[in-house]
């Protein structure tokens, strides 16, 4: 099961930033916060993730909290090409052989 | 950055034939791949992790002899879907690991009419 819990939909204005929350409450010590997006009809893409500090990259900034339970993805200046499903995922850092547990994601909507 | 590439990217085939989906890492080794599937308006779920020179582990629910997977070298997986019916109609996709990071293939659509 997914330990990650999202809003199941949101729509942002074309050009503003677009803010998608999750809580990961059980979340483990060595555990990080990954991110990941799913255009329609195309495998899932890497956005960004981190362990206790903010990341920022060229695609999205990501917030976490002090205490790891929650966490907050920034897309500073939406476009439509944003539209996807945003997926929030806990993971073990040095886990090549573990798969990744989706859960139901967040469904984007950027409207012009 | 690291790449899988999947092939085909959709395929249509007629009831009682098989379908194989390649997936592969282009630039790095991959001892260990994942298979999901994903149906309309649903998340990916994972079916089977196919592991090189050993046999796929798979997940429960999901027929080992109808989703055949081999793993012959370090870069290359292959999914079979033998004698597909119109219910394995699904979005297919794979993934790769290194040690930090996920990269997924760009997903095969299969229709079974």
């Known amino acids: 099961d997914a330990k990650t819990t999202q809003p199941p939909s949101m729509d942002c204005a074309e050009g503003r930033a677009a803010n998608l929350p999750c809580n990961h409450s059980t979340i483990s010590g060595n555990e990080y916060v990954y991110w990941y997006r799913q255009i329609h009809s195309q495998g899932p893409q890497y956005i960004i993730h981190?362990?206790?500090n903010n990341e920022t990259n060229e695609m999205a900034s990501l917030i976490i909290t002090e205490d790891r339970k929650s966490s907050t993805l920034i897309l500073p200046h939406a476009t439509l090409r944003d539209t996807a499903v945003y997926y929030c995922i806990v993971r073990a850092g040095n886990s090549g052989n573990t798969p990744l547990v989706f859960g139901k994601g967040t469904r984007l909507s950027v409207i012009a | 950055g690291a790449v899988v590439s999947q092939h085909p990217s959709w395929v249509i085939c007629k009831s009682g034939t098989s379908v194989k989906i390649e997936c592969r890492s282009l630039?790095?080794?991959?001892?260990?791949m994942f298979w999901y599937r994903q149906f309309p308006k649903q998340s990916l779920m994972l079916m089977a992790t196919?592991?090189?020179?050993?046999?796929?582990?798979?997940e429960q629910g999901v027929e080992k002899d109808k989703f055949l997977i081999n793993h012959a070298s370090l870069t290359l997986s292959t999914l079979t879907v033998t004698s597909a019916h119109p219910e394995d109609s699904s979005f297919y996709i794979c993934?790769?690991?290194?040690?930090?990071?996920?990269?997924f293939g760009q997903g095969t659509r299969l229709t079974v009419v």
């Open positions: 993934s790769a690991h290194t040690n930090t990071e996920a990269f």
């Open positions: 196919s592991n090189e020179g050993s046999k796929a582990t798979y």
């Open positions: 981190g362990l206790k």
């Open positions: 630039d790095f080794q991959a001892t260990t």
